[in-house]
């Protein structure tokens, strides 16, 4: 008796498992589908990134006013704290162009050497995070390291403008000898 059961369950198990349909098949996330999702940088990501942030002194709202480049920057970086990297991983060729209009464009009472090399740091840190944006294999954390760079190079160009300005109204004379 129990020969002709065991026989029986096997027999009523392979019919059941080769009467299922050929062409079901369980549908799994795609690994790139998984590895986008992996790597979406979200507000929240980029708010946990560490860094001195400073703001525009009143000298420099003023000198900056018509420096339109600079307040498009300034809005896009607003943009990529909210976890939007669209402006930074768009076509290189325009971003190329805002880059190096933004640099042309200095307004004339900053444009010293010190402003330039923080803009053209600005500028690398920016080519990092559109490459790092575009490559399907990079890590969220690299990303959040190119995102945490370019946050620091435009916060530290900020400071640089502060201090040129705050410098330049200071009224320093020398002792008569």
């Not at 008796?1 to 996330?29: G, H, N, R």
């Not at 900053?110 to 575009?134: M, Q």
């Not at 900020?158 to 020398?174: G, M, P, S, T, V």
């Amino acid at each position: 008796m129990p020969f002709k059961f065991s026989f029986f369950l096997i027999v009523i198990s392979s019919v059941l498992l080769f009467s299922c349909p050929a062409d079901l098949q369980v549908q799994e996330p795609s690994s790139t589908d998984q590895k986008n999702t992996d790597r979406k940088v979200t507000a929240k990501d980029i708010a946990s990134i560490e860094y001195t942030e400073y703001a525009l002194s009143d000298a420099a709202e003023v000198v900056t006013t018509d420096w339109l480049k600079f307040i498009e920057l300034n809005n896009q970086v607003e943009l990529l704290k909210q976890g939007d990297l669209s402006f930074f991983s768009d076509d290189l060729t325009l971003l190329t162009g805002f880059l190096n209009d933004l640099i042309a464009e200095i307004p004339e009472k900053i444009n010293e050497p010190s402003i330039i090399v923080r803009l053209i740091a600005l500028k690398t840190t920016i080519y990092k995070l559109e490459g790092s944006a575009k490559l399907e294999k990079e890590t969220k954390d690299a990303l959040l390291n190119s995102i945490r760079d370019v946050l620091i190079a435009h916060t530290n160009l900020i400071f640089q403008i502060n201090k040129k300005l705050e410098k330049d109204a200071q009224d320093i004379r020398k002792p008569r000898q």
